[in-house]
């Protein structure tokens, strides 16, 4: 509490990814030498754990590394659809810098010389100063990109022991998954039963093996089956929740999903 | 003066540039050929045949009553002449012009030698030695026609020798080519820019940092770049002697990597002598790291091993990462690595990608060179 006071107010706050510690520590070196009133809120080792970070914090910018496992750069970047500006932290030789170089994407090369990151960092401030500047065509060069990079592995069922037994949950079967401490309760219908389980795999782990379009992340600990999903209900100006088929279940989603329901 | 200026213009005209330059590489080779095949005892009946015709114009001139003089100076040349206008035909075809160029030459001569023979008849002047002359001519042409004949036999052999040699060098130009390219992108897939940047980021991190692990960072970075080279410019290698230089890659990665990854080798002595193409282990260990330890989120194990016994020798390098995602598809690296063990062993090789539990392991399997018979 006291180191927020003696933030200034207008401090910025940033999200620094990269699955190698050295890396990742030299980065925020640099950035604490070239923006020192720059705040670094997370570190992430990975894109799922990235990704996370981002939607617990919601930072203001985020340096991103490309190759990462779980969620590469790429796709954190995807997600995060323009909403935060984002530098890309590669080394050379890597298959996007030459879309990067097309698109004007900030980027900066690793081993990171502090003159090329100052120069990224101008330009990240000047877009920070005008928020509406994000790149055109920025996400369909994501898209792509996305699809270049490794396929993820598509899971189909779920294993879950549940007292003596080992379940076996098909994924299709699945309603919607929940964080749940270190655990992940999945919440199933199958032939007409419902089921729940809990399951060790932690949800920010689990949506990386999820099919984007059938799975909608609605809330940093809620995935749910879009086909079960009756109605969002907007409850106040920043709360709204679902309502499921055939269920008494509410389920929140937090502000940065409610981009989904538009209601058009 | 002028005729000094006319002198140097034709001495200028002579030395500027040889007229050989202006014709192809292969005509210039057809004179060349020529020449060669001129000078060589294959050559005589053209050297008769000039002599012969050179005699009988020489002979048909006195025979019209030219004084000797003239006559030998209007009919020796002659000889050389209509040989070398024909045998230059024959090697050069492109310097005389026309379709059907060489049945003219021969109606041309045959109509000469029809006109002489007519002359003799008519004239009566033969006496003495000149009553030889048309058969002479005659003999002549025929000579020539023979010598064409001997000239394109040997011609179409010879041909047919430089086009296989021709073949064969190209061949085996493209084969070498082939080979060094291979080598270049081996060289180029060992030592990634990729892989080399971030080692570089990790080693200035770690040396801005004051942090211990620069040193045994960069000697292993170090060690692997010159075993990398070296190795790569050599046919094969033994195992024993690629396993350092994957056991210096491991080092590397697991420096960057950390508690992400740990390494386990096992290779018995025999396995170790057997040979390789170069850069194969390393491929099979730098696939297991990039697709089973950097694209887990978890602790991965990466095992080399090999063993060989009476029925050949397996190379197996595994990781216990994500294994093998339902559509994957063989990389370049699997494809270098199929290829190269073709190329090295033809069928005698095998080699496989596919899901353990957990993981993925990759077998290279090197059936011995003769069957094993079975003990009786």
Known sequence: ?264 | MDTLNSLRRLKASLTRRPRTDALSPEDRAGLARRNAWLLSWHGWPAWLAGVLLSWATTGALVAFGWPLAPALGGGLPTGPLIVWAWTTSWFVPRVVPGKHWRFKLWWAVAGAAIMLYWAYDHVHTVQGWQWTLAPLILFGVFLLSFSEFLFYRAGMLSAQRERDQLRLTQEREAAAHRATEARLKLLQAQIQPHFLFNTLASLQHWVDSGDARAAPLLRSLTAFLRGATELMHRDEVRLADELPLAEHYLAIMQARLGERMSSTVQVSDAAGQQALPPGLLLTLVENAVEHGVEASLHEVAVHIGAAADASGWQLRVSDTGPGLVPGWREGVGLANVRERLLHHFGERACCSLRSAEPGTLAEVTIFPDTPVVPAA
């Not at chain 1, 065509?137 to 699809?147: D, P, S, T, V």
């Not at chain 1, 379940?167 to 749940?180: G, K, S």
């Not at chain 1, 949506?207 to 089956?225: G, K, T, Y």
């Open chain 1, 1 to 264: 509490l006291i180191l927020d006071v003696k933030m200034p107010a207008c401090a910025y706050s940033a999200l620094v990814a990269d699955d190698e510690e050295a890396p990742r520590a030299a980065l925020v070196a640099a950035l604490r030498q070239a923006w020192p009133e720059l705040r670094i809120v997370a570190q992430a080792a990975n894109g799922v754990d990235a990704w996370d970070a981002w939607l617990e914090h919601q930072p203001d910018l985020c340096f991103l590394d490309i190759r990462m496992p779980g969620l590469t750069g790429i796709d954190v970047a995807r997600r995060i659809a323009g909403r935060t500006p984002v530098v890309f932290v590669t080394a050379y030789g890597d298959h996007a810098l030459a879309a990067f170089d097309a698109g004007a994407v900030d980027y900066v090369l690793k081993p990171v010389d502090p003159l090329r990151l100052g120069q990224a960092l101008a330009r990240v401030r000047q877009r920070l100063a005008s928020p509406a500047a994000t790149p055109t065509g920025l996400q369909a060069m994501l898209e792509q990109l996305a699809g270049q990079l490794r396929p993820v592995p598509a899971l189909d069922v779920i294993q879950a022991a549940v007292g003596k037994e080992v379940r076996l949950i098909r994924v299709a079967d699945v309603v919607y998954f929940e964080a749940d401490a270190r655990y992940t309760r999945v919440v199933y219908t199958a032939d007409g039963d419902d089921g729940e389980a809990l399951i060790r795999t932690p949800l920010k782990e689990l949506l990386a093996q999820l099919d984007e379009r059938a799975f909608w992340q609605v809330h940093r600990s809620v995935i749910v089956s879009h086909l079960h999903i009756a109605a969002a209900v907007r409850v106040d100006e920043g709360l709204m929740h679902l309502t499921l088929r055939g269920r008494d279940d509410k389920l929140p989603v937090s502000r940065q999903f409610q981009g989904l329901f538009k209601g058009l």
